[in-house]
Protein backbone atom coordinates (compact mmCIF):
# COMPACT_ATOMS: atom_id res chain seq x y z
CA UNK A 1 0.00 0.00 0.00
CA UNK A 2 1.19 3.74 -0.65
CA UNK A 3 0.32 6.54 1.17
CA UNK A 4 -1.17 9.23 -1.07
CA UNK A 5 -0.18 11.81 1.01
CA UNK A 6 3.56 11.24 1.73
CA UNK A 7 4.16 8.66 -0.82
CA UNK A 8 5.49 5.89 1.63
CA UNK A 9 5.17 2.33 0.93
CA UNK A 10 4.16 -0.67 3.19
CA UNK A 11 4.65 -3.51 2.01
CA UNK A 12 2.97 -6.94 3.08
CA UNK A 13 5.02 -9.63 4.23
CA UNK A 14 4.62 -13.27 6.04
CA UNK A 15 5.29 -13.16 9.80
CA UNK A 16 7.78 -15.66 10.65
CA UNK A 17 7.52 -18.19 13.20
CA UNK A 18 10.14 -20.77 14.72
CA UNK A 19 8.54 -24.40 16.35
CA UNK A 20 10.61 -27.75 17.32
CA UNK A 21 10.12 -31.57 16.13
CA UNK A 22 11.07 -32.51 19.73
CA UNK A 23 11.94 -36.41 20.30
CA UNK A 24 13.23 -38.38 22.83
CA UNK A 25 15.41 -40.87 23.61
CA UNK A 26 12.36 -43.22 23.13
CA UNK A 27 12.01 -41.67 19.00
CA UNK A 28 8.51 -40.12 20.35
CA UNK A 29 7.38 -36.72 19.13
CA UNK A 30 5.98 -33.77 21.48
CA UNK A 31 3.43 -32.67 20.74
CA UNK A 32 0.94 -29.30 22.38
CA UNK A 33 -2.64 -29.05 22.16
CA UNK A 34 -3.73 -25.50 21.45
CA UNK A 35 -5.26 -23.68 24.07
CA UNK A 36 -6.57 -20.76 21.75
CA UNK A 37 -7.65 -19.45 18.33
CA UNK A 38 -7.42 -19.91 15.63
CA UNK A 39 -7.27 -24.03 15.56
CA UNK A 40 -8.07 -24.17 19.48
CA UNK A 41 -8.05 -27.96 20.81
CA UNK A 42 -5.88 -28.82 17.94
CA UNK A 43 -2.33 -30.54 17.82
CA UNK A 44 0.41 -28.46 17.24
CA UNK A 45 3.99 -28.20 17.50
CA UNK A 46 5.84 -26.31 19.88
CA UNK A 47 6.97 -22.61 18.79
CA UNK A 48 6.02 -19.48 17.89
CA UNK A 49 6.19 -16.04 16.09
CA UNK A 50 9.44 -14.45 16.54
CA UNK A 51 10.23 -11.25 18.38
CA UNK A 52 11.28 -8.03 16.08
CA UNK A 53 14.94 -8.83 15.13
CA UNK A 54 15.06 -11.63 17.19
CA UNK A 55 17.44 -14.88 15.70
CA UNK A 56 14.63 -17.98 14.80
CA UNK A 57 16.55 -20.42 16.58
CA UNK A 58 16.61 -17.92 19.85
CA UNK A 59 12.95 -17.51 19.12
CA UNK A 60 12.62 -21.53 19.07
CA UNK A 61 14.35 -22.10 22.57
CA UNK A 62 12.07 -19.32 23.90
CA UNK A 63 9.05 -20.37 22.52
CA UNK A 64 9.58 -24.05 23.98
CA UNK A 65 10.65 -22.75 27.18
CA UNK A 66 7.26 -20.66 27.83
CA UNK A 67 5.09 -23.16 26.20
CA UNK A 68 6.28 -26.67 27.79
CA UNK A 69 9.25 -25.91 30.18
CA UNK A 70 11.46 -27.58 28.66
CA UNK A 71 14.96 -25.93 27.50
CA UNK A 72 16.04 -27.84 24.27
CA UNK A 73 19.16 -27.66 21.92
CA UNK A 74 17.90 -27.40 18.22
CA UNK A 75 19.56 -30.20 16.03
CA UNK A 76 18.50 -30.42 11.92
CA UNK A 77 16.52 -28.15 10.27
CA UNK A 78 13.39 -29.95 9.04
CA UNK A 79 12.27 -27.41 6.59
CA UNK A 80 9.83 -24.70 5.33
CA UNK A 81 6.04 -24.20 5.48
CA UNK A 82 3.59 -21.25 4.18
CA UNK A 83 0.79 -20.74 5.76
CA UNK A 84 -2.23 -18.56 6.96
CA UNK A 85 -2.78 -17.80 10.44
CA UNK A 86 -6.38 -18.40 10.63
CA UNK A 87 -8.99 -18.84 7.96
CA UNK A 88 -10.05 -15.91 5.99
CA UNK A 89 -8.73 -13.39 3.36
CA UNK A 90 -7.62 -11.03 6.50
CA UNK A 91 -5.64 -14.00 7.81
CA UNK A 92 -2.00 -13.24 8.07
CA UNK A 93 0.33 -15.02 6.13
CA UNK A 94 3.19 -17.20 7.87
CA UNK A 95 6.84 -18.17 7.10
CA UNK A 96 7.21 -21.23 9.16
CA UNK A 97 10.64 -22.76 9.71
CA UNK A 98 11.15 -26.04 11.74
CA UNK A 99 14.27 -27.53 13.14
CA UNK A 100 14.39 -30.96 15.01
CA UNK A 101 15.56 -30.92 18.71
CA UNK A 102 16.31 -32.57 22.29
CA UNK A 103 15.07 -31.51 25.09
CA UNK A 104 18.29 -30.79 27.64
CA UNK A 105 16.39 -30.01 31.14
CA UNK A 106 13.40 -29.09 32.51
CA UNK A 107 9.56 -30.60 33.26
CA UNK A 108 7.15 -30.75 30.44
CA UNK A 109 4.45 -28.70 31.63
CA UNK A 110 1.74 -27.23 29.44
CA UNK A 111 1.81 -23.62 29.74
CA UNK A 112 1.34 -20.67 28.07
CA UNK A 113 -1.62 -21.30 24.86
CA UNK A 114 -1.00 -24.60 25.15
CA UNK A 115 -3.65 -26.88 27.52
CA UNK A 116 -2.19 -29.98 27.14
CA UNK A 117 1.26 -31.85 25.54
CA UNK A 118 2.02 -35.25 24.90
CA UNK A 119 4.38 -37.60 23.23
CA UNK A 120 3.62 -39.83 20.36
CA UNK A 121 4.92 -42.84 18.67
CA UNK A 122 5.62 -42.06 15.02
CA UNK A 123 3.48 -45.01 14.59
CA UNK A 124 0.55 -44.09 17.00
CA UNK A 125 0.30 -39.99 15.52
CA UNK A 126 -3.17 -38.31 15.40
CA UNK A 127 -5.17 -38.19 11.98
CA UNK A 128 -4.49 -35.33 9.81
CA UNK A 129 -7.62 -33.62 10.82
CA UNK A 130 -6.87 -33.37 14.28
CA UNK A 131 -3.76 -30.93 13.56
CA UNK A 132 -3.92 -27.25 13.49
CA UNK A 133 -2.83 -25.44 10.04
CA UNK A 134 -0.54 -27.34 8.12
CA UNK A 135 1.08 -29.26 10.64
CA UNK A 136 0.07 -32.99 9.41
CA UNK A 137 2.35 -32.34 6.76
CA UNK A 138 5.26 -31.01 8.73
CA UNK A 139 4.46 -34.46 11.25
CA UNK A 140 4.16 -36.71 8.58
CA UNK A 141 7.12 -35.43 6.16
CA UNK A 142 9.08 -36.23 9.52
CA UNK A 143 7.79 -39.44 10.13
CA UNK A 144 8.51 -40.39 6.43
CA UNK A 145 12.23 -39.54 7.09
CA UNK A 146 12.56 -41.49 10.27
CA UNK A 147 11.01 -44.88 9.34
Do not use: I
Not at 106 to 114: F, K, L, Q, S, W
Not at 123 to 141: C, D, Q, R, T, W
Amino acid sequence: MVCASCGFTAYAHSHPTACALVVDEEGRLLLVRRAGEPDRGKWDLPGGFLEEGEHPLDALRRELREETGLEVEPLEFAGVWVDRYGGGEAAPWTLNLYWTAQALSGEPAAADDVSELRWFDPAELPAGEEFAFHLAEVVFAWRDRTD
